[in-house]
């Protein structure tokens, strides 16, 4: 087996053959998550750290790479910030281009190498409301730690809010990692805050509705366990060990990774070729809900000869199986999960090579992944356990390439690729 056929490599280690194929293909497309793929996931957003070496690749890269993130570019806590404190000199990272260029927001928040910012079929009113929710997410969350947590200091709370509460634009958010840790004694609580959360979010769904935006807004869950029979993702629960899901995204409505890919392929057919396949003003509030709609309107609109070879890199994809009077009830979740399964099934679709590549984030300060289990078997390294639970074996997902190293280890493989 050869570099031409890596879509058939489940869980390998052999990223020099990976980096050879990419070298070697010049219609390529990277689209890349951030959060515990380029960088460490930590308690604390705000302590997250990039390095510039990978920032420099990713610029080498140009025109074949792209970001989808849940978080943001700018603000407090988006990822512009983090790269210009990485960078020796703040003021090259506008002048040069080594911003991240690529979708934010889930897929509503568009920015290019020069930090240049869109809102692709965003509504004022839409961000009107938006606008406000931080101020609300800071009341309920103070009131539950003086009610709740009476052990709490005044000072630990006030670092604790401005951690958790994540003033973005278009998806603000809270994440709960450093709850977790102040209820490390109380694992009760922190199940109670979890609740007390989603109730919020219900909320202010409903509040928007009532305010005629029934349509703008749903609630992203991370990690998750996946969709229930209506679309609504279904949070997971902590442990005693296990934080569960953390944050609690506010989003727009088309802020989905999966529809991410066909603006950013729209956006890589115009420079390439020319033409929008799916029009100049094609935004990812347009895009299909269901899956294999996705799959079919890219099968229909692009150009088989231009379509590049992609590879998609993530590392939130999860799966859970329970019994159930006896019956196994499997499910399969993930901020990344999507949006990877859209990549593999446009590959498939086309016969093109595309790649599927997992970064294990388990190693992180957010105890909430489930790690990649590799083992020496005679005298080599192999991967005995990857993202299905053992007991999925019909897990639809084919993940590649492995970097069970995590962050660190996939951003040496990037910037071997990029020279």
């Not at 031409?4 to 070697?24: G, T, V």
């Not at 990272?93 to 920015?111: F, I, M, P, R």
Request: negative net charge; hydrophobic residues 35%; glycine residues 8%.
């Amino acid at each position: 087996m050869t570099y031409s056929n890596l879509n058939q490599f489940s869980l390998s280690l052999n990223h020099d053959l990976c980096a050879e194929k990419l070298i070697n293909t010049k219609n390529k497309l990277i689209i890349q998550d951030l959060d515990g793929v380029c960088m460490g996931l930590v308690k604390n957003p705000l302590h997250r750290v990039i390095d510039f070496n990978y920032v420099k690749a990713a610029r080498n890269l140009h025109n074949h790479f792209y970001v989808l993130t849940n978080g943001e570019h700018i603000g407090k806590f988006g990822v512009n910030h983090i790269i210009e404190k990485s960078a020796p000199n703040p003021e090259i990272v506008k002048k040069e281009g080594y911003y991240l260029s690529g979708l934010a927001g889930g897929g509503v928040q568009w920015q290019d190498n020069y930090g240049k910012i869109t809102y692709p079929g965003v509504k004022q009113e839409e961000l009107t409301f938006l606008s406000a929710i931080p101020a609300i997410f800071e009341e309920r969350l103070r009131n539950f730690c003086q009610n709740q947590a009476p052990f709490l200091t005044k000072e630990v709370i006030n670092e604790a809010l401005d951690a958790v509460i994540l003033v973005n634009q278009v998806s603000p958010t809270i994440n709960l990692n450093t709850f977790f840790s102040l209820f490390v004694d109380h694992p009760h609580l922190y199940l109670a805050l979890q609740k007390e959360i989603k109730a919020l979010m219900d909320e202010l769904l409903d509040k928007a509705q009532k305010n005629g935006l029934k349509h703008s807004f749903f609630l992203h869950l991370a990690p998750n366990l996946g969709r229930d029979e209506e679309g609504v993702e279904i949070m997971k629960e902590a442990t005693e060990n296990d934080s569960g899901t953390t944050d609690f995204q506010f989003m727009l409505k088309g802020a989905v990774k999966e529809a991410g890919v066909l603006y950013i392929l729209n956006h890589y057919y115009y420079l390439h070729t020319g033409e929008y396949p799916l029009g100049q003003d094609f935004s990812p509030q347009q895009a299909p809900n269901n899956h294999q709609e996705l799959v079919n309107l890219v099968i229909d609109k692009f150009s088989p000869e231009s379509m590049p070879l992609i590879m998609g890199v993530g590392d939130t994809v999860n799966s859970q199986v329970t019994w159930q009077n006896g019956k196994k009830i499997v499910k399969r979740g993930g901020s990344d999960r999507n949006f990877l399964q859209l990549i593999q099934d446009i590959g498939k679709g086309f016969n093109i090579d595309n790649i599927i590549a997992y970064v294990d984030s388990s190693g992180g300060e957010v105890k909430n992944r489930k790690p990649i289990k590799v083992e020496n078997i005679d005298g080599n390294l192999i991967v005995t356990e990857g993202i299905a639970h053992p007991d999925d074996p019909d897990e639809p997902l084919n993940v590649n390439f492995v970097f069970p190293e995590g962050h660190r280890q996939y951003c040496q493989f990037f910037q071997k690729i990029t020279g």
